[in-house]
C-alpha cells in the first residue's frame, strides 16, 4: 500500500489507505494492524478478538493487542474471558501499560458485577497516588474521550476514582462508607453527580435535614455542573423525594477515625501537597500498609 499517493493504486488501495488515515490505522500488515482493521473497518469483533490473539502471541504491540482485545470482549458481553485475559497476559505488558490495563479491569469488574474485586482495584490505584506511582510518576496524563485529548491532574483523578468508590459501596448498600469517600471527593473535586450521591447516602441512613441541606448547596450554585439539565432534573427528584420528611431525621455525631477513614485523609493531606508534585509515602500510610486487607469494604 503507497501511503498518502494514489498513483498506481488499485481502488481498493485507495480505499484501505483512506480508511487508515480515517481510523487514525497503524501502518503495515501485521495482526495487530488487521486485527484494528477488522474492529474499526469490517466492524467484524469475532475476527478482531482472533486476530489480537494473534498479536499477543507474536508479541506484536503485545500492551495495546491485550486492552483493545479485553474492551471488544467487553462488547461481545464476554466481560469474564476479557477478566482472565488481563490477569493472564499483563506480564507481557509494559510497566507503563499497566494503569491502562486496571482502568480496562475496573469496567470488566463493573460489567460483571463483582463487586468486591472492583473496591480492591480502586483502592490500590488511590494507593499508587499516594506512592507517587500514579500516571507513572509524573504530575499530570494525557487521556482521550470522544477522539479529543485533554490533561487529567491527579487531584482530578484522586476524585474520580474516589467516585468510582463510592459508588462501589452504595451497590453493596454500605451507605456509610459511601458517605465517608464522597465528602472526601467532594472536598478535593466537587461537582453535582457526587453530590446526589452523597444526598442519597444520607437519605438512606434517615439524615434528611443533611441531604437537604447538600442539595442546597448546589441549588445555589456552589458546586460545578449546576447548569447541566440533567443534574437539575435529578436534584428536582431528590428533592421531592425529601419533601415528605419535612424536618425529620438526625444529624449524626463526628465518627471515631477508622482505617478507612485514615486512608482518605491521607489521601488529602497528598492533594494538598502534591504541587510541586513529589513522590512521598506519609506517615499514615506507613501505620495503614500492615493493615491494609483489613481496611474497610
Not at 504491540?61 to 493472564?88: F, G, H, N, P, T
Not at 500514579?134 to 504530575?139: L, V
Not at 494525557?142 to 474516589?162: C, D, N, P, W
Not at 437519605?203 to 450554585?221: I, T
Amino acid at each position: 500500500m503507497k501511503n498518502n499517493n494514489y498513483n498506481g493504486c488499485t481502488k481498493k488501495e485507495k480505499l484501505e489507505c483512506n480508511y487508515h488515515i480515517i481510523h487514525k490505522l497503524p501502518p503495515g500488515d501485521s495482526p495487530y494492524v488487521r486485527a484494528k482493521y477488522a474492529q474499526l473497518v469490517e466492524k467484524d469483533a469475532e475476527a478482531a478478538i482472533v486476530l489480537f490473539w494473534k498479536a499477543i502471541n507474536a508479541g506484536d504491540r503485545v500492551d495495546s493487542a491485550l486492552k483493545d482485545m479485553a474492551v471488544v470482549m467487553k462488547q461481545q458481553d464476554r466481560a469474564e474471558e476479557a477478566i482472565e485475559a488481563i490477569k493472564s497476559f499483563r506480564d507481557r505488558c509494559s510497566k507503563q501499560a499497566q494503569e491502562s490495563l486496571d482502568n480496562v479491569l475496573i469496567d470488566l469488574y463493573k460489567k460483571c458485577g463483582k463487586l468486591e474485586e472492583q473496591i480492591e482495584l480502586l483502592k490500590q490505584k488511590l494507593r499508587m497516588i499516594y506512592q507517587g506511582e500514579a500516571f507513572n510518576g509524573k504530575p499530570t496524563k494525557t487521556a482521550r474521550s470522544h477522539g479529543r485529548k485533554f490533561q487529567v491532574t491527579i487531584k482530578q483523578e484522586t476524585s474520580r476514582i474516589l467516585g468510582n468508590l463510592g459508588w462501589a459501596y452504595m451497590q453493596q448498600s454500605n451507605y456509610a462508607a459511601a458517605e465517608v469517600v464522597y465528602r472526601k471527593a467532594q472536598q478535593i473535586d466537587p461537582d453535582v453527580n457526587k453530590a446526589c450521591n452523597l444526598c442519597t447516602c444520607l437519605q438512606k441512613q434517615s439524615r434528611y435535614s443533611e441531604a437537604r441541606s447538600v442539595l442546597e448547596d448546589v441549588l445555589q450554585g456552589k458546586i460545578s455542573g449546576t447548569d447541566d439539565p440533567k443534574s437539575k432534573n435529578r436534584v428536582e427528584e431528590l428533592l421531592k423525594e425529601l419533601e415528605p420528611f419535612g424536618s425529620f431525621g438526625y444529624t449524626s455525631p463526628s465518627p471515631q477515625l477508622n482505617l478507612e477513614d485514615a486512608f482518605l485523609d491521607g489521601l488529602d493531606q497528598l492533594i494538598n501537597q502534591y504541587a510541586p508534585f513529589r513522590s512521598r509515602r506519609l506517615p499514615i500510610f506507613e501505620e495503614i500498609s500492615p493493615c491494609r486487607d483489613q481496611l474497610a469494604c
